[in-house]
């Protein structure tokens, strides 16, 4: 069973939005996390989102605050990104990843993260 799995991405015009689904098989406990960095072509990742499950903490990238929101349902284990005002720099493979960063100063650190899913394209054209 694939331990992360993201569902959600397209193509969308700029000032759209798009909204993504992250799950995974693991159980949260101590500093867990689960987060949304994005990788746009001939660039490096980049951290967007996460949301840490001690406090209920949510963190955004500059670059996306007050754009795009980061949430959870326990339920199902899964997080989501909604994506709003969507721009052309918003253009890369979005991937998920679940971890345990030691506190929230590490929460935007790609290397923190245990398991990753395998991206979802997401296009915005203008």
């Known amino acids: 069973q694939v331990p992360v799995v993201e569902s959600g991405g397209g193509s969308v015009q700029a000032g759209g939005s798009l909204k993504l689904s992250c799950t995974t098989t693991?159980?949260?406990?101590?500093?867990?996390?689960m987060g949304w960095f994005r990788q746009a072509r001939g660039k490096e990742r980049e951290f967007v989102a996460a949301f840490r499950w001690r406090g209920s903490g949510t963190f955004y990238a500059d670059s996306v605050e007050g754009r795009f929101t980061i949430s959870r349902d326990d339920a199902e284990n899964t997080i989501f990104l909604q994506m709003d005002s969507l721009k052309p720099e918003d253009t890369g493979v979005y991937s998920c990843?679940?971890?345990?960063?030691?506190?929230?100063?590490?929460?935007?650190?790609?290397?923190?993260?245990?398991?990753w899913g395998q991206g979802t394209q997401v296009t915005v054209v203008s």
């Open positions: 693991k159980r949260p406990f101590g500093e867990y996390a």
């Open positions: 990843a679940v971890g345990w960063p030691p506190g929230p100063t590490r929460i935007h650190i790609a290397g923190e993260y245990i398991y």
